[in-house]
């Protein structure tokens, strides 16, 4: 069966630090692979998305940025936070278009 | 622009009864449409889905309606339980496209 794992869990950075959240998925290939944030009353809005291999697709212009080095491996980044930064991140996988999307258990990221 | 809308907030219901979850989209090229329950600290889980050429798909106790004229899709939960209290989410892609947009959701209060 398919699992996706998501770390850390919480993670609480100071101002203009970096940051560095993976997400791995098992038991499939070429999935495609999601980074989402939720914030509060913003709902979940899609950050990146990922077809394959170095392939990264950016939804909002922003302080962020991912990479896939692996097909199984999904990384959010940033070289320095902002307080607007802090949400719940998500990363989530998919076999393709018209179907569901598999979230993990998301990132609780606080920036001081 | 919000091209997914779910107009509640929030919604609070005797158990027993029906519960009915609103979302409205914008985007006329939205073909697949999907419902996720989230829990705090959790990441959301599917529930269940249609496509635009159905108006009705069933699973169980949750059933969701799709008006494509009205552009307005709709969860029926029926008996709703305590254990439903949840954030629920709508979902849209478009025409084979690889992105899911998601709604504010509706936080769901199932009063026993």
């Known amino acids: 069966s398919q699992t996706i794992h998501q770390w850390p869990a919480t993670l609480v950075q100071p101002v203009g630090s970096p940051l560095s959240l993976e997400c791995t998925v098992e038991?499939?290939?070429?999935?495609?692979l999601y980074w989402y944030r939720q914030a509060a009353g913003r709902g979940l809005q899609l950050l990146f998305y990922s077809v394959g291999i170095g392939q990264i697709s950016s939804e909002v212009p922003q302080n962020l940025s991912a990479s896939r080095p692996q097909d199984r491996q999904f990384i959010l980044s940033s070289k320095k936070l902002l307080l607007s930064d802090s949400g719940f991140y998500l990363c989530a996988w998919s076999t393709g278009s018209r179907t569901e999307a598999f979230f993990g258990q998301g990132t609780r990221l606080t920036v001081v | 622009d919000q091209q997914v809308k779910q107009n509640s907030p929030s919604l609070s219901v005797q158990e027993g009864r029906i519960s009915i979850l609103n979302c409205d989209y914008t985007n006329s090229m939205f073909d697949y449409f999907l419902w996720y329950k989230k829990y705090p600290a959790e990441g959301p889980t599917f529930l269940i889905s249609i496509s635009s050429i159905k108006d009705k798909n069933e699973d169980g106790r949750f059933t969701v309606f799709l008006n494509k004229s009205a552009k307005h899709l709709s969860l029926h939960i029926v008996p709703s339980q305590p254990g439903d209290s949840a954030v629920y989410f709508c979902a849209a892609s478009a025409g084979g496209s690889e992105k899911l947009v998601f709604g504010k959701g509706t936080k769901l209060t199932v009063n026993p």
């Open positions: 038991g499939t290939s070429n999935p495609n």
